[in-house]
């Protein structure tokens, strides 16, 4: 379609007369994009129309902050106008440099183009000795007479595949599925960080744990060698102008407290109905510990070896081992019954695994865990491995739901699943439960209830499935010693005579060549 010039879309390379004034305007506005934007930048509002633009007292200091680093992240509470300053800077940039490339990418295409219109807006209301004439003026991109180019997309892989991008924007970039953000990074972030001075700009609220916004979020706000280049800012409901307390309450009356937190709070916890509390969760994400080693072509890794005397559950978890979902075994030390007190020794995960070599690892790893109990789900592909590990194995240590074969192993149903999530609740959050490994309490970060069914929402959930089998133990009777949670009433007789405080025992198994020679598997 061709464009249509008038007043507002200046023809590319129009002559035009300037006063010594303009020249002079366009030489502050080059030199200083706090100056431009203060005086020549206007937005719409929904109260008064369109208005000279005045910055509040944070969005002035993400300007500094856009200036002054190549990669910067956002996290901002809705309706602080995020967006705004930043395609107040974008424009600027596309009007006093030539020949660059800025891609901007949203969630979804349409919210991408909305970013493009609000450029367009404050591009049309410059006045014409300030503007550069336009060569292209699409739904999806913008290219000035200077040879710099806007461009949009939705967050894909191939979105500015095979462009030399001078600054990439990323709005909302939390509400971006998952696969989709990591596919764009892996492909856009090489072409940038080859640059000296292209620019990553990502904004946005945020929408749980452990996607690749909280990721780039966290790695910006530590010091040290774990800093991730990227400058940080936050900013909450409590910045903004003319939010007070009361406004707050009345908001949390209507959202909820756990949306509020997350759309204007900006709580990566609480943002979402977690399993686990938001307290508890903050608390086990310092706990991730690096393994001793990893076997089994890494797909075993292991804190600790079996120590003689010590007791052990096994947690599985079955897949198709098709590639499509981890099959996965949690291996814990009971460590006390009264209360429970658990620790995570091992942890095997693996998507291409197929049921039998998966059994087989079971079973030895049963064995060599001084005979650790199995409770293993026996749905789909699970009834596969069970029907190995008794049938083909014999192993006495797989727990049953009942005498049939049809109850062999544990059946999933709406009965036993939440019962053995709330008791892992219980669990954790008494801190019965002590986890070291780093994914597997990432994936509890994101492991919800929505509709009266569990799942991961923003990673899988294999291990979290794995972990509170281990954990309905407990539920199936089959310990002789009783069992009590952390945080109800023990006698100190009790706490003296509860079997299992092996903590002294010392670490007397020398023959661990069956799994440090993984070609027993082979």
Known sequence: MAIRYDNYVKRPNAEIEYSEENIQELLKCRDDVEYFIKNYVKIVTLDHGEVQFEPREYQEKTIKLLQENRFFIGLWSRQSGKT???????????????????????????????????????????????????????????????????????????????WPMNIIICDEFAFVPDNNAEEFWASNYPTISSSDSSKVIIISTPNGMFNIFHRLWTGGNVEGEDWNGFCAQKVTWEDIPGKTSEWARQQIR????????????????????????????????????????????????????????????????????????????????????????????????????????????????????????????????????????????????????????????????????????????????????????????????????????????????????????????????????????KNEELTEDERIDAWGILSDIEDLIDDWSWLTNSSVFE
């Open 254 to 485: 209507i959202l909820g407290r756990p949306k509020f937190q997350q759309e204007f709070g900006c709580h990566f916890l609480g943002s979402t109905n977690t399993v686990l509390n938001p307290e508890c969760l903050r608390t086990i994400l310092t706990w991730p510990e690096d393994c001793e080693f990893y076997d089994l072509k890494d797909r075993l890794r292991v804190w600790e070896k079996p120590k003689d005397g010590c007791k052990y559950v096994m947690g599985v978890d079955p897949s198709k081992g098709t590639g499509e979902h981890d099959g996965c075994i949690q291996i814990f030390r009971i460590d006390s019954t009264l209360p429970v007190e658990m620790d995570q020794v091992a942890c095997f995960q693996d998507n291409l695994t197929d049921v039998y070599e998966f059994s087989q690892i079971i079973h030895k790893l049963s064995i060599y865990y001084n005979n650790a109990y199995i409770l293993c789900e026996n749905n789909g592909e699970g009834s596969a491995v069970i029907s190995q590990l008794w049938w083909s194995f014999e192993n006495e240590n797989l727990v049953n739901s009942g005498q049939k074969t049809a109850n062999l192993g544990i059946r999933s149903n709406k009965n036993t699943k939440p019962k053995a999530i709330l008791l892992m609740k219980k669990l954790i959050e008494d801190g019965s439960i002590r986890l070291h490994d780093k994914e597997t309490i990432e994936q509890l970060g994101s492991y919800i209830e929505e509709e009266g069914k569990f799942f991961g929402k923003d990673k899988p959930d294999d291990l979290v499935d794995a972990l509170y089998w281990a954990c309905y133990l407990f539920e199936m009777n089959i310990l002789e010693e009783e069992w009590k949670f």
């Open 84 to 162: 705004t300053i930043v395609a107040a800077y974008a424009l600027w940039y596309a009007i006093f440099h030539t020949d660059k490339n800025i891609g901007m990418v949203s969630n979804k295409e349409s919210s991408a183009k909305r970013i493009l219109d609000t450029m367009k807006r404050m591009y049309e209301s410059l006045p014409v000795w300030l503007k550069p004439g336009v060569s292209e003026y699409a739904k999806t991109a913008i290219t000035f007479d200077n040879g710099t180019k806007l461009i949009i997309s939705a967050t894909t892989a191939d979105a500015f595949r095979g």
